[in-house]
């Protein structure tokens, strides 16, 4: 009579395999951050890197950021139009911008165009036995390709967002004037004085958990891609896919913790 063996469904196999990625992920991030204040420091590198994200993503945020200010202005003005409420558009448009549409439009933008090349180069390099060929020649190929790609895409997310937020409210200005014939003095004086030092810190704050996002998935996607050309297209799709998944579930926690510190 045989004995009874434990079923061990698809299940648990799934259950196992995201287990073992999430304790893989957790080991690549405590290595990260135990490389990145130990020198020597790959400076040429970052700078190259920072130039690479910034460069690779300004054209698309310029376009998205201009668009999106005339788009959310359009939609916006009918509504407050039936309240005779139209001189609200610029403080309307500025808080929205700054608190919500910047950062998540650019960081979906910058996961999407450096995020995903960031996988499929250090994907390339894994098949291809790179890395391994700068671990015999005593280069450090974590230090080298992750922490720098990682630092580059933190600091160069805000920028970007930054960027966009003023390119945003320029789209909103030129339909604003186009309608209320409102003056740009008046548009950004009005659209300023309604944002506060909460939502400018916590839009920061947000770039910048974004890009650490952003750097250290791609890189982590890229730097354990299997082998063969499966393997690199599969790092690059994983590195957007994830990268756009994690950014939503910050942006709700984060916008969670800081309505908190509201005063209503």
Known sequence: MKSAQPKYTFYNK???LFIADVYSACRFILRFFSEVFKPPYEFRETVKQCYNVGYKSLMLVSLTGFITGVVFTKQSRPSLAEFGATSWLPGLISIAIVRALAPLITSLIVAGKVGSNI????GSMKVTEQIEAMEVSAT???????VSRVVATTIMNP???SY????GLLGSYTNVYQH???SYIAFFQHGFSSISFLDIFASIFKSVVFGFTI???SCYEGYNAKTGTQGVGKAA???VVVSMFLIFIEEMIIVQIVNQFRPY
Do not use: D, R, S
Not at 119 to 122: F, H, I, K, Q, R
Not at 140 to 146: A, E, Q, R, S, T
């Open 237 to 239: 799709n994983l590195a």
């Open 119 to 122: 996988g499929a180069e250090l």
């Open 215 to 217: 750097g250290i998935t």
């Open 180 to 182: 209320e014939k409102t």
């Open 14 to 16: 799934l259950y196992t």
């Open 140 to 146: 450090n190929p974590f230090k080298f390709l992750v």
């Open 164 to 167: 966009m937020a003023f390119v």
């Open 159 to 161: 920028l970007l967002v």
